[in-house]
C-alpha cells in the first residue's frame, strides 16, 4: 500500500467521524428541544405539582449542560481535524488520532431518566364538582376543640364536664393542676364518675359536699372502688360513727386516699405521742380529720416547739391539743409571735394559756389591739385571783362591740379612734 493511498484512507476516516458527530450532535438537539417542549406542556398541565415541575427544571438543565459539553468537545475536534488537514497537505506522513466525541453508549438518554413522575397524588381537586351523594356522605370530625388551655371550652361537648359544673365542682381550679383536665376528659360519666358519686352518698356525704371534694381531689373518681370501701371500713372499725366517717371525708377530701396501712400508722403516732387515750385519739381526728392526711413533720416541729421554746409541760401539751387540735398544725411563727405577747407583754402565766388555748387560733394583730386599748384604759388584768379579771377567751373570742360594752365600757367608736393611733 502506498503513502498515498494510506494518507487517503485516514481522510476518509476523517471525515466519517466528523460526520458522525454532527449527525450525534443534531439528534441530542432535537431530542432536548422535544424534551423541554414536552415539559413546559406537562408542567402547565399540572401546575399543582410542584415536585414534579421542579424535578423537570433540573434534569432540563443538567441535559443542556451536557448538550454544551459535547458542543465544546465537537468544536476542539473540528479544530484538530483542520490541523491534521493542514498536515497533510506538508507531508506524505499522517498520525491518526480517534475523535474526542465521548462514546454515545456511555451517555445514553434514556426514557427512564427523562421520564416525569405523575403519579405523585391521586386526589380529587378542590374545585372539582361532586354529587349530592358524594357531599352527604363526606364525614364531619367532631366539635370537641383539638386544644385548649381551658376546660371551659370543653363544657359543651363533654357529659362528664357539664355534669361536674352541676355538682359545683371549680374548674378553673382543677385546670391549674397538671394532667387534671386531660384525665377529666377521658373519664366517662356513667362508667367511671357515676359509681363514685353514688359511694359517696351511700356512706352519708351530702349532695352539696360532692363538689367541694371533687374540687380539692379530683383523683377520687379513678379511685378503686373497693379500695375506698376497706378504708371506710377500717374506719368504722375503729369505732368512729357513719355519720362521723361522712363528716370526716366531707372535710378532708383527701382521706380515702391513702391506704388503710397509712391510716392505722397515722392514728397510732398521735396517740403514743401525746399518750392519749383511744377515745380521746377518735376525738381529736373526727374534729381535725386533716391530721390523717397530712405530712407529721409539721407536726413533731410543733410539739417541739411547744416543749422546748414555750416550755410547756408534756401534760399541759396534752390538754391544749385535746382543746384545740389545730395547734398541731399551726404556724410555728404564730405560735411563738402570741406566747411572746401573751407570756412577756401581757404577763400571762403558762398554766392560763394552757387553760384558754383557744388564743392561738386568733390574729395576733387582733389580741394587740384590745389589749392595748384595755390598758390605756387601765383595765388590763387577766389574774383570776383580782377583781376586774378579763379571760382570755373573751378577750379574743368577742365581737368588737360586745367587747367595749361588756370589757372596755367604752363605745365602739372611741375603740376605732384607738385602732388609728397605733
Known sequence: MTMSTYAQMCLRGLLFSKTCTRLQCIQVQRYLNSTASSASIRSGLFLKQNLTTTHTGIRFKHQKFCYNNMKVKYLTTEAKENHSKEGLTRTDVVEYKPPLLPNTDGFSLSENVLSLDLDVADESSALEEISDEEAAGISIPAGIPPASTSLRDYVDKSETLTKLVQLGVHLWKLEQRPNVGSMLLRLDFNTDVAPRLL????????????????????????????????????????????????SMVSRAPYLLSFSVKRLDNRLGFYQHQLKLSAVN???????????????????????????????????????MVIAVPKVLTANKKKLTQIFDFLHNTMKVPHHLITKFPQVFNTKFLRLRERHLFLEYLEKAQYDPELPNYISLDRLVSLPDETFCNELALATLDDFYLFQKTL
Open 199 to 246: 359511694f359517696l352518698k351511700q356512706i352519708g356525704v351530702e349532695t352539696s359536699r360532692l363538689g367541694y371534694i371533687i374540687t380539692h381531689n379530683p383523683f377520687i373518681l379513678t379511685a378503686n372502688l373497693d379500695n375506698l370501701q376497706a378504708r371506710v371500713n377500717y374506719l368504722k372499725s375503729r369505732n368512729f360513727s357513719s355519720e362521723t366517717v361522712a
Open 281 to 319: 385519739t377518735r376525738d381529736i381526728v373526727a374534729r381535725l380529720p386533716r391530721l390523717l392526711c397530712g405530712s407529721l413533720e409539721p407536726v413533731k416541729e410543733n410539739l417541739k416547739v411547744c416543749e422546748i421554746e414555750l416550755g410547756f409541760k408534756e401534760n399541759e401539751i396534752q390538754h
